[in-house]
């Protein structure tokens, strides 16, 4: 969501037991020179942090990046920033709320998460399995 669609994509990808992918690394490129390293595993209980870095600052996101509490600003001289953000419930209920939002509104598409990104988004991860 941040970077849009990577132009090239390397992944390392080993299936679980049953089939489906139980560990990717991936590495995502973008045509302005950004990068992404993105780790995932069902096989353990590793880290789920994020943090989004630029050549003037990063955000680092505390605890469960998909249930931030915090993240703090740290610029290039070090300089911490920090931001509480209020939570309620744990995981995707601010997905949830979006899609109650938009029934109740009769609306078949999100104006935050348009189809044609999740669809953009899912071209990517099919991108990301042609490695397994």
């Not at 994020?50 to 003037?56: R, W």
């Not at 920033?81 to 938009?102: I, M, W």
């Amino acid at each position: 969501m941040i970077l849009g669609a990577p132009s090239s994509v390397t992944a390392l990808v080993d299936p679980s037991f049953t089939g489906v992918d139980g560990q990717a690394s991936m590495l995502f490129g973008y045509d302005s020179g950004a990068q992404a390293v993105l780790t995932c595993t069902s096989s353990a209980r590793s880290a789920t942090r994020a943090s989004v870095v630029g050549t003037e600052a990063r955000i680092e996101i505390d605890g469960d990046f998909y249930a931030p509490t915090s993240y703090a600003l740290i610029s290039r001289d070090r300089e911490v920033t920090r931001f509480e953000t209020p939570s309620v419930g744990r995981g995707l209920h601010y997905q949830t709320e979006e899609v109650a939002k938009c029934l109740r509104e009769g609306r078949l598409e999100s104006a935050v998460m348009p189809l044609d990104e999740s669809v953009e988004i899912m071209a990517t991860m099919d991108r990301v399995l042609e490695f397994l």
